[in-house]
């Protein structure tokens, strides 16, 4: 077995953190915002019995921790590099049932063309510091999306939303005339 590298990085919410292995954990992404949803992956279940994580999100070779409020990363960020340190040398499962992770879309035209650049262009980006973007609906001209991760609550989603996604999708679509995000 390779030897098991864990690296962290800051993401742009200041209460998540972004922990990077040397190994592909998953093909996608899965967010598990709460303990309950947490039911389906071994890997988040353990993370959740660490008092002070309010969070877990996992994509390709990363898992983004979100602490509680209490909590200060210089006390916890050894402890939660340790544990993923572990967790991926016991190859301790991110998900008891695999899906099928080919992409596929469906919708009109104009849904399809903006689940492509989503997917394409915003996905790669909004991962880059420990997100994820879904597509929920298109409907008269405004885009509605729903934000994971670390997305979930920075203080930069909203520039990010209007600034970076918006004006892509209002470029690339022109019937595009706003981009908003629903609440967890």
């Not at 070779?61 to 909590?71: G, H, L, M, Q, R």
């Not at 394409?120 to 420990?130: C, I, K, L, S």
Request: hydrophobic letters at 40%; a negative charge; proline letters at 4%.
């Amino acid at each position: 077995m390779a030897n098991i590298k864990v690296y962290t990085e800051e993401t742009p919410n200041p209460a998540t953190r972004k922990f990077l292995v040397n190994k592909l954990l998953m093909n996608g992404s899965l967010d598990f915002p709460t303990q309950e949803s947490a039911q389906v992956s071994p890997f988040a279940s353990e993370l959740y019995k660490f008092n002070f994580v309010d969070g877990v999100f996992f994509a390709s070779n990363f898992v983004t921790v979100t602490k509680s409020a209490d909590s200060a990363w210089e006390d916890i960020e050894e402890i939660v590099k340790e544990f993923v340190k572990g967790a991926v040398e016991s190859d301790l499962k991110v998900q008891e049932v695999v899906t099928d992770t080919n992409v596929s879309f469906e919708g009109t035209e104009t849904e399809i063309k903006i689940q492509q650049i989503l997917h394409d262009y915003v996905r790669p980006a909004v991962e880059q510091d420990g997100g994820a973007i879904h597509f929920l609906n298109y409907n008269e001209g405004t885009v509605t999306v729903e934000l994971r991760g670390s997305c979930s609550g920075c203080p930069s989603s909203l520039i990010t939303l209007k600034a970076g996604i918006e004006g892509l999708l209002k470029r690339m679509v022109p019937e595009v005339q706003e981009v908003v995000a629903d609440s967890l």
